[in-house]
């Protein structure tokens, strides 16, 4: 076990381990109630602000070409942003330590629980909950080590409690070796899981659904590309073998469209989220729960990403943490109806609650944000109690495509029927929107990597898609370019406005667009339209805003991933704290 788990400081011995509750081992996993409680614990360790609460799901995931952590850089999320990583900076160091003590407390269940009495000769519904809560420490376990290894790589992977080793102090193991026994782990889950209809409406317990999508996402991670010691992207000439095991997993969910499926409105899912309530699609397969709505949750979206929104506002405090970028927000076709709720381009600074517009490189996200509260949370609560999505069903219907178009090196009829589902979803089911879709393996692949981009914006999952296609430093480089191409308006961007100009409707903005146009439209793809008279508009910089718009004292463009550099920053560096603890036993990750 590795000593993250121990909360490792200046002032505590590394082999003291701070009991997890006041009950021996017997009493805990004495009866299914009991058993339960000790489950929950494992659950606890996906949540809070060392986990996907917000430093994993929103610190980690950035920059990319899709958004950028705000500010200027320091020793914190901005030095993770920036791939500017010391190894004394506490962002990577306690969400490390936190994963472990998930995994210990995932260990204690997947030991114990077998062992039960009950689990063997217990009343059939004693032993079918059992199994169940089996199934699940060992879902979450390979939940926990998939998040260390994208992170960190080859790390230390104890699969027995701590009590059991020898030397807490295990050495790394081969990222390989632990994705396959995770895999093998899940495979075993998913035939002790419930389907989703038999395991009660809320996606906070891993059911079989989720279980066989996360089967599929880490299938394709151990197949696709990663960081290696000698410094290179590498992946295993077996790689083919995981797309077959993703196939089939997403193969098995599509048959099961009473269990999960798309919901047909985009916006629906997030204003679902947002007002906790049920989703009868369940489109959403797995969320890491934070409290159903009671403000004492242990979940800060809403509060750090989303539009910025004054403290007085009805809507409380928050917003302003993440910047989605220019060429993100151009990447969306004007009739996509995801880009307006993946981005949101207003802000509201005062306590009446009225819009207004931000310029072109101030955007921000928009699936979490807190004015869509329901009921909303006025005042500076920092936990607006917003779930955090894992994995959703148009993730499954990708996956499945990327995995056909790879086996059989270029997509069949199903799989371009699996890609053009979540297409027709964006533009609200108008199949004369979305294009041709490409029938060779290179251009079908180039437009997953584009609809992964645009269906999952600000999921924390566009930085690791590109680790292992080994594009992450392709598209930043691509992000920077097509930035400048902004700002100067050249092809393919020559129609964006230099200003815009809009006004309030209400509480709401209302943009000019041009003589005639309807008070609905928009001028983000015409040359800047000017109203006449302009009494009663405000202008705006829009493209003309990335002329002045800096990140650590350097034009945008030149701030997005600054210190960037391939063969080190695609893994994280072990923490200072956590090297010394291992006395030799820690290898470094490259070129730290």
């Known amino acids: 076990m590795s000593a993250a788990i121990f909360g490792i400081s200046s002032c505590k011995k590394y082999t003291v381990v701070e009991p997890i509750s006041q009950y021996g081992i017997d009493q805990v996993f004495s009866d299914v109630s009991n058993t339960y409680n000790a489950l929950v614990g494992v659950y606890d360790e996906l949540q809070g602000d060392n986990g996907y609460g917000i430093r994993i799901s929103m610190y980690y995931p950035y920059d990319t070409d899709e958004g950028i952590v705000s500010g200027n850089i320091d020793n914190g999320r901005r030095g993770v942003g920036r791939y500017q990583l010391l190894l004394t900076n506490s962002e990577i160091a306690n969400p490390f330590r936190q994963l472990y003590r998930g995994i210990e407390k995932a260990n204690l269940c997947i030991e114990q629980i077998p062992l039960m009495e009950k689990y063997k000769s217990g009343t059939a519904t004693e032993q079918r909950e059992l199994k169940r809560m089996y199934g699940e420490a060992l879902a979450l376990r390979a939940q926990f080590y998939h998040e260390l290894i994208r992170n ?54 891993i059911t079989k659904g989720a279980a066989k999508a996360l089967r599929a996402r880490i299938a394709l991670a151990r197949g696709g590309f990663s960081l290696r010691q000698n410094g290179q992207m590498e992946r295993r000439s077996d790689y083919l073998t995981y797309y077959e095991m993703a196939k089939k997993e997403c193969e098995e969910l599509m ?53 910025n929104l004054n403290n007085a506002s009805r809507y409380g405090a928050g917003g302003g943490g993440i910047v989605m970028l220019p060429n993100y927000f151009y990447a969306f076709d004007s009739a996509d109806s995801r880009r307006d709720v993946t981005i949101t381009h207003y802000q509201v600074t005062s306590s009446t609650n009225i819009k207004s517009q931000r310029r072109l490189g101030e955007m921000n996200t928009g699936k979490y944000r807190r004015d869509w509260r329901n009921p909303l ?41 699996a890609f053009e589902e979540v297409r027709k979803r964006a533009f609200n089911g108008n199949a004369a929107l979305i294009g041709t879709t490409p029938t060779d393996k290179a251009g079908f692949f180039n437009a997953i990597v584009n609809e992964r981009y645009l269906e999952f914006g600000h999921e924390g999952i566009r930085k690791y898609d590109l680790l292992r296609w080994n594009l992450l430093a392709t598209k930043i480089a691509e992000a920077k370019a097509n930035i400048q191409a902004i700002r100067d308006r050249r092809a393919p961007y020559a129609n964006v406005p230099q200003y815009i100009y809009w006004r309030n409707s209400g509480e709401e903005i209302q943009y000019f667009a041009g003589v005639g146009s309807p008070a609905t439209a928009q001028p983000f793809w015409r040359p800047t339209q000017v109203p006449s008279p302009t009494t009663g508009w405000t202008r705006t910089d829009w493209a003309q805003h990335l002329n002045s718009n800096q990140i650590d004292g350097r034009p945008l463009w030149q701030g997005v991933a600054s210190f960037f550099t391939p063969g080190k920053s695609e893994l994280f560096p072990y923490d200072q704290a956590t090297i010394a603890a291992y006395q030799g036993k820690l290898k470094q990750n490259p070129n730290y």
Do not use: C
Request: without cysteine.
């Open 255 to 307: 048959a099961r469209r009473d269990q999960h499926t798309l919901n047909p409105s985009y916006i629906d899912i997030w204003r679902k989220l947002t007002s906790f309530q049920y989703d009868p699609q369940a489109e959403i397969l797995f969320e890491v729960g934070a409290g159903g709505g009671n403000s004492n949750s242990d979940s800060r979206m809403g509060n750090y990403d989303g539009p």
């Open 377 to 417: 949370l006025p005042g500076t609560v920092l936990n607006v109690g917003y779930n955090w999505s894992v994995i959703r069903f148009s993730d499954v219907l990708l996956m499945y495509a990327e995995a056909v178009n790879e086996i059989n090196n270029g997509p069949t009829a199903e799989a371009i029927a």
């Open 152 to 205: 960190w790589g080859d790390v230390p992977a104890p699969m027995v409690p701590a009590y059991k080793q020898p030397d807490l102090f295990v050495p790394q193991e081969d990222r390989d070796t632990t994705y396959n026994k995770i895999l093998s782990d899940l495979a075993v889950a998913i035939d002790l899981l419930p389907w989703r209809t038999d395991a009660g409406p809320r996606n906070e317990r």
